[in-house]
């Protein structure tokens, strides 16, 4: 079955960049002049994805918005001879079909994915977060959406992490069973080091099948009294096969203020305009 559909749960308050998120969605933080959320939804639709499920939160708005026409800004641009930002804006609006649906209460990633069941129906779909770019010649999620293809299973994005760095996120046990791929046996949210089953960190890319949503739907809070997606997965394991692909790519972790910084220095450099710039700055500045 062709996987169309992809979930970005935008719902975070973005407390990590206080003040400027007090008013703005972190999403729409710019890295240069793009959306940080732009960089996302481009990815899905470089990978075949046909429809943009944003599971939004109160003053998220803006992200749709982004992502819709602005004809009155793109009557003045024309007056002004700006044609080139008004191809840019069109072609931001025709990028995918998007729709939404509203996350009430912050009850965790699960409950995100769980608010999209309706929107999705029954059939595979993508989760991308919002907080992980990653830059790769073939898009991280189509690498995921590969393996789904020649497996029917369900994939997450892997990747090694260092040991002080384990208790941050979701770990699998596993073995692998070629090279960057794994099967998955068993997955625990945010273990400490010492009882990690391995570093095999899952980064926030996913392809799940739709029998996730009624684990979802009758899962107990875990860690944080949160419904966590890496519970459900844990429970879907020992129903299904999950394999976790280790992605060939550059992950930023904008999410975090450091990876933020860093995303928007890497993404710069790759422009024409400010690269010469922005090298020259870097090297004149003092030890």
């Given at each position: 079955?062709?996987?169309?559909?992809?979930?970005?749960?935008?719902?975070?308050?973005?407390?990590?960049?206080?003040?400027a998120t007090k008013t703005v969605p972190k999403e729409l933080l710019p890295i240069v002049d793009i959306p940080s959320i732009q960089y996302v939804v481009q990815e899905a639709v470089d990978a075949g994805i046909e429809e943009i499920i944003f599971v939004t939160?109160?003053?998220?708005?803006?992200?749709?918005?982004?992502?819709d026409e602005a004809p009155e800004l793109e009557q003045l641009l024309t007056e002004r001879g700006n044609h080139e930002m008004v191809k840019t804006l069109r072609m931001i609006a025709e990028m995918t079909e998007v729709v939404s649906?509203?996350?009430?209460?912050?009850?965790?990633?699960?409950?995100?994915?769980?608010?999209?069941?309706d929107l999705?129906?029954?059939?595979?779909?993508?989760?991308?977060?919002?907080?992980?770019?990653i830059e790769a010649e073939v898009p991280g999620i189509?690498?995921?959406?590969?393996?789904?293809?020649?497996?029917?299973?369900s994939v997450v994005a892997l990747m090694e992490v260092p040991e002080s760095e384990v208790h941050q996120y979701g770990i699998i046990k596993g073995r692998e069973i070629k090279k960057r791929l794994y099967q998955v046996e068993a997955t625990v949210e945010k273990p400490l080091a010492k009882d990690a089953p391995s570093r095999m960190a899952i980064i926030g890319r996913y392809v799940l099948r739709p029998e996730i949503f009624k684990i979802l739907q009758d899962l107990p809070p875990g860690r944080?009294?949160?419904?966590?997606l890496t519970d459900g997965?844990?429970?879907?394991?020992?129903?299904?096969k999950i394999f976790g692909c280790e992605f060939v790519g550059e992950r930023y972790d904008i999410g975090d203020k450091?990876?933020?910084?860093?995303?928007?220095?890497?993404?710069?450099?790759k422009r024409a305009d400010l690269r010469d710039k922005v090298l020259e700055y870097l090297k004149s500045i003092p030890n």
């Open positions: 079955m062709k996987l169309r559909k992809a979930v970005i749960p935008v719902a975070g308050l973005g407390t990590r960049f206080l003040p939160g109160r003053g998220k708005d803006g992200i749709e918005d982004h992502f649906v509203r996350q009430k209460k912050p009850l965790g990633l699960g409950h995100a994915v769980l608010c999209a069941k999705v129906g029954d059939e595979p779909f993508a989760v991308m977060l919002a907080d992980d770019l189509r690498q995921l959406i590969k393996i789904f293809e020649e497996t029917s299973e944080g009294g949160e419904i966590q997965l844990s429970q879907l394991v020992r129903e299904r450091f990876g933020f910084v860093r995303a928007t220095v890497a993404y710069a450099l």
